[in-house]
């Protein structure tokens, strides 16, 4: 398997930036194999699943087929479902930060069409995704144009057929010029899929590569078995203080439970703090940022709220509850060990119920080890983050730039530019991680000192 960098294939340098900054540091193989095709503009049939990085593969081969310059829809990306087409879009939105000016659009069902045909009047996206039904109803009424589409991307294509699909993609193809570059993901390859990628493609280059968890020998998974769901919250906390994570979250199937789960941690000298659907988006903000900016240990958070989170190299991933689906659970313990690093996936399950754990084993073919909870004791010493975060009362909208903020913060003796971590500037308000013993320093600093000649207020967040 090659372990080319992305450095090595023919990407503009803002790309390559963006890529590090994302913690991309190494390309998956499924973006090894497929990258140099997609980027020359051939056609691939590749066999990957959610987790493997295809989404970054076929995002950045539209990223570079497109011209700015023109509002034209020069890539279609079709999905399955909603969920998918929303993850779809937004991967490529961080995938194209670097580029002024682009648009993308998400195209799907349940949202009033009317907002989508203003969307589409005012300009044309440079890439839409979108599910068959939705993108066929706006090609039925003309509001949405696909005669310079030069990308196509058919994205879970098994799971489109499944759905019954096949007629509507093959009539949403019909719009698309036939001298295009057609990229068809599916995570497997019957014999309906080979025929679809007959009817559609031109000599495509066949990329196959491992399942998800074969990919990923660094993460080590395993069971902890507990004999009763009222002992969880305690083992969690032994499984903290045993660790000793820098970054870790933990999984929870409701809100109620990632609110409980962490009002006792932090009862129990951890810092961590909940990420869930009720909180609104200045608190789901500040969350994200205390946790990315290492001023928090302990992220507990439902599936859906932790969608957004791009963290990468999580050390530990806990499955406080046992998820429905098997594709969840790949989808959680996906965030720890990537790009080569070490990670651990715990599961809990109760040690006379395990149907929903086995159900999951059966499913990706493998067995994890059981352990007893017993056997995870740790000194119950404090787990607090090296940083702290401070709030500062302006943002990118008073023309602040981190390099100002770091410049007043370092203009203080006793603070160095070592000591200061990620700056994180919103319009209106700017959060910096800082060593916890000089938060005091710091925000007294930021009082005392103007920064571009405003006076700003700060404080610790906690
Ligand atoms: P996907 O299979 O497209 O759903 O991607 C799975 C996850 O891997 C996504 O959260 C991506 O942000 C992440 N990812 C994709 N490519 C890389 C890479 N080269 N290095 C690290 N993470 C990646």
Known sequence: MSTLHFSDLSLPKAQLRNLEELGYHQMTPIQASSLPTILKGGDLIGQAQTGSGKTAAFGIGLLEAIDLKHFTTQGLVICPTRELAEQVRQEIRRLGRYLPNLKISAICGGVPIRHQIHSLSQHAPHIAVGTPGRLLDHLGRGTLDLSYTKVLVLDEADRMLDMGFADEVAEIIRYIPKKRQTLLFSATFPEDIRRMSRQFQHRPKEVV????????????????????????????????????????????????????????????????????????????????????????????????????????DLSLVLNFDVPFDPEVYVHRIGRTGRAGKEGRALTFSLSYKQERIEMIEAALEQQFPRISASELKGAPAPLHAEMVTIEINEGRKAKISAGDILGALTANEAISGSDVGKITLLPMKAYVAIKAPLAKVAVDQIWRRPIKGIECRARVLR
């Open 209 to 312: 590569v491992e399942a998800l968890v074969e990919n990923r020998p660094k993460i080590s998974q395993s069971v902890v078995l507990v004999e009763d769901g009222r002992d969880k919250p305690a083992v969690t906390a032994e499984i903290l203080y045993h660790y000793r994570p820098q970054s870790s979250v933990i999984f929870c199937n409701t809100i109620a439970t990632t609110i409980e789960v962490t009002d006792f941690l932090q009862r129990h000298r951890i810092d961590a703090l909940a990420l869930h659907g009720d909180l609104d988006q200045k608190d789901r903000d500040q969350v994200l940022i205390q946790f990315s900016n290492r001023s928090c240990p302990v992220l507990v958070a439902t599936d859906v709220a932790a969608r957004g989170l791009d963290i990468d």
